[in-house]
């Protein structure tokens, strides 16, 4: 007897952009609690620390050791050129940076908030001329392609700077989601009420950090993002990278139909909804898919428990990758939750009417733009998911 | 030699029923393999023992059996047979490989479809005309069976239907070989070309064209088709690969056997009017192809058109013609086959075949990426892709039909093209784009984001159709593997017609 395709498929609700708003507003999580989705969002999360230490360590290096370098073959080694090494790497025994890049390339591209303003104003200008005047004086090949392109070096620095800087941003929110992992072990925290306010509290004390940035060029040192220059964690990078990768991200082939002379993408920029909290994650391993590679990053690493209760459910390791992908979903509506949460402009407990109303604008405004997101990853429906085997025997 | 080709699927099916208890159906189905083993084997022994170099028939073998009514057991191989013998022992072994979880009689389920292929090998090696007749009216009721016991929820209509259409196709064929007897003034029901001295001209017309009719409903020939697709639609995949992969050559083995090897002289009158159907049957199935919106009923169609095509070569009667012919019914056998394997693992797994309703299925993680890839090399191998076997059987009927039928190979051409139009829009569907096993709900923004739970396809359960793929390549990478085993025995079926109008021309009969 056939199966019946009902049986096969599933999918949460889409809460509407009020009662977002109201949860938001209440103080509530977006994510459903339930003891899987802790788990997911831990496990996940602690998988996702340490890729992201990976990637941190990889941009910093990039942007400090392989600056303005016209060839950087070995860009990814993290200055380890012994043979082992280099045989893992061309082995593909090794983490997927070119993820890392991808998502600071859509920071570079987006370039909304504070650095990106920096990186095109005078004093950015001014530290470029001085860095390319060194550099070329030492570098032939530079010298000529400067002057036939000349805005070709100052966006090469422009793309070390958020490289850098988005390593800085990712050192930070690593040791954060393995801290919440540490927590979560020791028993301190127990519910997704707990894992957002951990993050929002992680967030808040890291938000004046400053982001700076020097590269020394023939033994002589260069602030391309100087300490003067006032940029910080939050405001500067987290925000901008919240706006790039979480919301907006880039359409790439295989999850959306891509045909923008037709006007299927947006010509709009700032209307792009095409980010971590709105890509489908069922594409996930196709060809061309980016976050395929943070997922198999994230396997690479994945704790113990969340791997045997994915090997517990639909194809076990046959479709892992998309179940990471929709654990990781459900893993940034939290950070997402905690960033709302940390950036509201007065206590949710105010009792000032204007404070409210302020709130509230702010809070109608996230729920807008997250209705249209893969909202439907909220709902707790992974206690209620049987193996597919067993799910279906007896019927195919 | 050839009596074993028989005996061992005859034996085995005995075996089957005479098995004492209750065996369970995982032993009943590793008896059939194995039975089924033994045939591919001794298969390929026959394939050693014979000479392809040589045109006429080999390895004969004769035992007087009725002889008042001139019913005689003789056994014979051509490289016209030789190779439909070949692929019936290998879809036989397809079909019971991936005949799994069957619960309902399995013993008599396996041994019917060991007396379907030996049936089919007895009808491939008769070379008397009631003993073809009798292997081919032998399958009839085990298929009839095997679709209205084991087919899906219409499956009483659909039988009935086959049952009807090739019982029709049956008592037309005996009753040209009778009327042949009668005419002739004799009881001989061998194979010998029946000449203008034997029989006029509009009697051999009259004769052959209930032929055609009888083999016509079995190819099956427009307008003669609409059995076809209500039985693969309701048959077992199983039952499907085995009526498209070996059944539906049982047609065209017979028009070129008997319509071109016994009436020459008619056949020569009449083959511009065959190229013409042949050429409607063509267009006529691949257009039904394109409004299908069951996978199953799209792959149905195709075999209308693709059968066509030997009518075709079948009318040229040319030696190039001939041998694409050949061809064409070898690499329809691979190439249905395949298909229906496919559609019937898509069926499976998604409890579905509706075009309106699948898409996505290469996911790589949830769909069913490998079938998919089968299902794509497949399609391209049906459109005549270059580098597998539809490439080499369509270019060899067409450029051996080209030159005396020009406009019937044009649009034998272009019903060809329009194999690709119809299994683009399958492949576009069914593998392209978000996976969704599901019709459009009225929330399309809530249909886009259904999360699919298909069950993953087991490696064993694509080995079979693995396999068929990669004699699809095969054969289209060295065809010389088929074209040297039966080109010796198609050129000298074209100087049959050849010889007669010389003679007649010559005024010599």
């Not at chain 1, 957002?196 to 020097?214: C, M, R, S």
Request: net charge negative; glycine share 8%.
């Amino acid at each position: 007897m056939p199966v019946i395709p009902e049986l096969l498929t599933r999918s949460g609700g889409q809460p509407a952009a009020a009662e977002l708003e109201r949860r938001l507003l209440a103080g509530e999580t977006l994510l459903a609690d339930s003891p899987t989705h802790v788990m997911q969002v831990v496990d996940v999360l602690e998988s996702y620390g340490i890729v992201l230490d990976a990637y941190s360590r990889n941009l910093i290096y990039q942007a400090e050791q392989q600056f303005l370098n016209p060839f950087p073959v070995f860009k990814y080694l993290d200055g380890d050129h012994s043979p082992a090494k280099i045989w893992r790497h061309l082995n593909h025994d090794r983490i997927n940076f070119e993820y890392a890049e991808y998502c600071m390339r859509a920071m570079l591209w987006h370039g909304t908030g504070g650095l990106d303003a920096y990186l095109d104003g005078q004093p950015f200008h001014q530290s470029c001329e001085a860095i390319i005047r060194c550099k070329t004086q030492r570098d032939p090949l530079l010298a000529v392609l400067n002057p036939l392109f000349p805005e070709f070096l100052p966006e090469l620095i422009r793309t070390a700077a958020t490289t850098h800087a988005l390593g800085q941003f990712w050192r930070v929110m690593s040791d954060l989601f393995i801290d919440l992992a540490e927590a979560e072990h020791q028993g301190q925290l127990a519910s997704v009420e707990a894992i957002v306010e951990f993050i929002k509290d992680g967030l808040v004390a890291a938000a004046a950090n400053p982001i700076t940035y020097q590269v020394s060029v023939a033994g002589q040192p260069f602030w391309i993002l100087p300490p003067e220059a006032g940029l910080t964690f939050l405001v500067d990078v987290a925000v901008p990278y919240v706006e790039a990768v979480f919301l907006r991200g880039t359409p790439f082939l295989g999850t959306v139909s891509f045909n923008a002379q037709a006007q299927q993408i947006s010509p709009d920029q700032r209307a792009f909804a095409y980010g971590a909290l709105y890509a489908d994650p069922l594409p996930t391993m196709g060809a061309g898919i980016p976050p395929s590679l943070l997922m198999q990053d994230m396997f690479r690493h994945l704790p113990e428990r969340l791997h045997h209760w994915y090997q517990e459910q639909g194809r076990g390791e046959g479709d892992v990758r998309v179940k990471i992908c929709m654990s990781f979903q459900k893993a940034m509506f939290c950070v997402t939750n905690a960033a709302i949460r940390g950036t509201f402009p007065h206590p949710l407990s105010t009792a000032d009417a204007a404070e409210r109303s302020a709130n509230q604008a702010y809070a109608a405004a996230w729920a807008s733009r997250l209705s249209q997101a893969r909202t439907d990853c909220l709902d707790a429906l992974d206690d209620a998911m049987p193996r597919l085997e067993v799910a279906v025997a007896g019927q195919a | 030699m050839l009596s074993l080709l028989l005996l061992i699927p005859f034996l085995g099916s005995l075996l089957l029923v005479l098995w004492p208890g209750q065996p369970a159906p995982g032993l009943m189905r590793k008896v059939a393999i194995l039975v089924l083993c033994l045939q591919v084997a001794w298969s390929g022994a026959v394939l050693l023992a014979f000479d392809p170099l040589q045109g006429g028939l080999q390895l004969q073998e004769t035992l007087p059996w009725i002889q008042g009514i001139g019913l005689t057991y003789s056994l014979a191989i051509d490289g016209l047979s030789l190779p439909l013998v070949l692929i019936n022992g290998a879809l036989s072994l397809v079909a019971v490989i991936c005949t799994r979880d069957i619960s309902q009689r399995p013993r008599v389920y396996f041994a019917l479809l060991l007396l379907i292929s030996a049936a089919v090998n007895g009808a491939f090696l008769a070379q008397n005309l009631l003993l073809f007749l009798l292997f081919y009216e032998l399958e009839l009721i085990p298929l009839w069976l095997l679709i209205s016991v084991w087919g899906g929820a219409g499956k009483a209509m659909a039988a009935t239907k086959f049952l009807i259409f090739t019982a029709v196709s049956g008592i037309l064929i005996l009753a040209t070989f009778l009327a042949l007897a009668v005419l002739r003034g004799s009881v001989d029901f061998s194979f010998l070309p029946v000449t203008s001295e034997q029989l006029g001209l509009s009697s051999q017309l009259s004769l052959l064209a209930m032929l055609l009719v009888g083999f016509g409903i079995k190819v099956p020939l427009v307008p003669f088709h609409s059995w076809l697709a209500d039985a693969h639609t309701q048959a077992s995949t199983p039952v499907s690969v085995l009526l498209a992969g070996v059944l539906l050559k049982l047609g065209t083995y017979g028009i070129l056997r008997f319509g071109l090897g016994l009436f020459p002289e008619a056949w020569a009158v009449m083959a511009p009017w065959l190229a013409i159907w042949a050429a409607v049957s063509v267009l006529y199935g691949s257009l039904a192809a394109i409004a299908q919106r069951d996978m199953k009923r799209m792959v149905a169609y195709s075999s209308v058109g693709h059968m066509g095509s030997i009518l075709l070569a079948a009318a040229a009667a040319t030696p190039v013609s001939l041998l694409g012919a050949e061809f064409q019914m070898v690499s329809h056998g691979l190439i249905s086959a395949l298909l229906f394997l496919l559609v019937g693992i898509v069926y499976r797994k998604t409890g579905t075949r509706d075009l309106e309703v699948l898409r996505g299925l290469l996911n790589p993680e949830r769909g069913l990426p490998f079938t998919g890839t089968l299902m794509i090399l497949g399609v391209m191998a049906s459109a005549g892709m270059p580098g597998m076997s539809g490439f080499i059987s369509e270019f060899l009927v067409f450029r051996g039909a080209m030159s005396p039928f020009p406009t019937a190979t044009l649009l034998c051409m272009v019903g060809s093209g329009l194999t690709a139009v119809y299994f683009l829009l399958l492949v576009n569907r069914v593998f392209f784009g978000r996976l969704a096993i599901t019709p459009t709900a009225p929330d399309p923004l809530r249909h886009s984001r259904l999360d699919i739970l298909l069950a993953p396809v087991a490696a064993r359960e694509t080995i079979p159709a693995t396999a068929l793929a990669m004699a699809v390549v095969v054969m289209g990478v060295v065809p010389a593997l088929l074209g040297t085993l039966s080109e010796s025995t198609t050129t000298a079926m074209a100087r049959i017609p050849a010889i007669v109008q010389a003679l007649a021309s010559q005024g010599v009969g």
